[in-house]
C-alpha cells in the first residue's frame, strides 16, 4: 500500500511510502501533525545532546539541519580514517533496506566499511546469518561506545488495530523521538501504549530485519512493524519485490510516526557543532563581559 505525501522539496523513494520528502505540516510546526501540536507551543524533547564520536564530541541537536562539518575520524579512534560529518536533514531517509540512506548516493545493501555521514553508527540485528545484514564490526547492541548510547527502541500500540511499531536507535536517538512522537497529537491520539526500553546482549522481542520498513539516517534509524514479514529483506537484492504492508496496519499512525521521525532524529549541525568545554565557554564569557565594560567606560 502506497502513502501519497503532498509536497516535494526533496525527495527519497520507498516501496510504502512513496515521496519521503520533509515538509512541515499544516497546523504543526516542529514535529506537528495534522491534528496540530499540544498546548504550550513548546518544541519538545531536549534542546541538544552531547554525542562522543571515538575521543570528539559533538552537539545533537532535533530539528536542526544537520551538515556538521565532514572530517575524518582520528587516529586512535574507532573506524580511524573513515569519512564522517556532512548529512543534512534534508538526507536523513533511506528506504527498506539496510545500507541505505547514506547522502552520498550509495545505497548499495549493508553497512560494512562505510562512513558516518551523521556521525551515528549503522544499528546491527542479532542472530541473523545473511552477509549483507552483517553489522558486527559495530558491537552489539548493548557497545557503549556507540555515538548516542547502546541500541534502544520505542514500541508504539496502535488504539485502533492491533499494529505494533517499534523504533530503534541509539538511546539518545529513541529518547528524543519518542518525546516528539508524543508531542505530536496526530501521533498521540492514536496510541494505546507505548514504552522505551534500552536493549541488552539478552534482550527478548528484539525487532527483525523482515520487519523493517524504513531506515533514516545512514541506518543508524529503523522503523519497523511486528506483523509485517518481508523475507525479501532476507536476499539483499537492491530491487527484489518487497512484501506488501499488511491491511490492517494503522497507516495513519505509521505516516505520523514516519514524519515525527525523519523530522525530529537528532544530527550534528554545521558550524560551530563541536562540543565546547565548560572551561572555554567560562573563558569567552569573561571575555565579553571585558569588551563590554571597556565599551562602557
Not at 512541515?24 to 541538544?48: F, L
Not at 549483507?132 to 520505542?154: I, M, Q
Not at 516528539?180 to 501521533?187: K, L, M, Q, V
Request: glycine share 12%; charged share 15%; hydrophobic share 35%.
Amino acid at each position: 500500500m502506497l502513502i501519497t505525501f503532498v509536497s516535494k522539496p526533496s525527495s527519497r523513494k520507498n516501496a510504502f511510502f512513496g515521496d519521503l520528502s520533509l515538509y512541515r505540516r499544516k497546523g504543526g510546526g516542529k514535529g506537528g501533525g495534522g491534528g496540530g501540536r499540544s498546548s504550550g507551543g513548546t518544541t519538545p524533547g531536549r534542546g541538544s545532546t552531547t554525542v562522543s564520536s571515538g575521543t570528539t564530541k559533538f552537539k545533537a541537536t532535533p530539528y536542526g539541519s544537520g551538515g556538521g562539518h565532514p572530517s575524518t575520524v582520528p587516529p586512535g579512534s574507532l573506524f580511524a580514517g573513515r569519512k564522517q560529518g556532512g548529512g543534512k536533514r534534508d538526507q536523513v531517509y533511506g528506504t527498506i533496506t539496510y545500507g541505505s540512506g547514506y547522502p552520498d548516493g550509495d545505497q548499495s545493501p549493508g553497512v560494512k566499511g562505510k562512513g558516518f555521514p551523521f556521525y551515528f553508527w549503522p544499528v546491527v540485528w542479532t542472530n541473523v546469518f545473511v552477509p549483507y545484514l552483517d553489522g558486527s564490526e559495530y558491537g552489539t547492541f548493548a557497545n557503549t561506545a556507540r555515538p548516542g548510547g547502546p541500541l534502544a527502541t520505542a514500541l508504539f500500540h496502535s488504539r485502533y488495530t492491533s499494529s505494533v511499531f517499534r523504533i530503534t536507535s541509539d538511546n539518545e536517538t529513541v529518547f528524543t523521538v519518542f518525546q516528539s512522537i508524543h508531542w505530536d497529537t496526530t501521533c498521540s491520539s492514536r496510541l494505546s501504549f507505548s514504552d522505551r526500553l534500552v536493549f541488552n546482549d539478552t534482550a527478548s522481542q528484539l525487532p527483525q530485519p523482515a520487519q523493517a520498513i524504513q531506515y533514516y539516517r545512514a541506518s543508524s534509524v529503523v522503523l519497523t512493524l511486528d506483523d509485517y514479514n518481508n523475507s525479501a529483506a532476507m536476499i539483499g537484492y537492491p530491487h527484489v519485490l518487497h512484501a506488501p504492508i499488511p491491511a490492517t496496519a494503522d497507516m495513519i499512525l505509521l505516516d505520523c510516526l514516519n514524519r515525527t521521525t525523519g523530522e525530529s532524529l537528532i544530527l550534528v549541525n554545521a558550524a560551530p557543532g563541536r562540543f565546547a568545554s565548560p572551561e572555554f565557554s567560562l573563558v569567552m564569557s569573561l571575555m565579553i563581559a571585558i569588551y563590554l565594560l571597556r565599551s562602557l567606560v
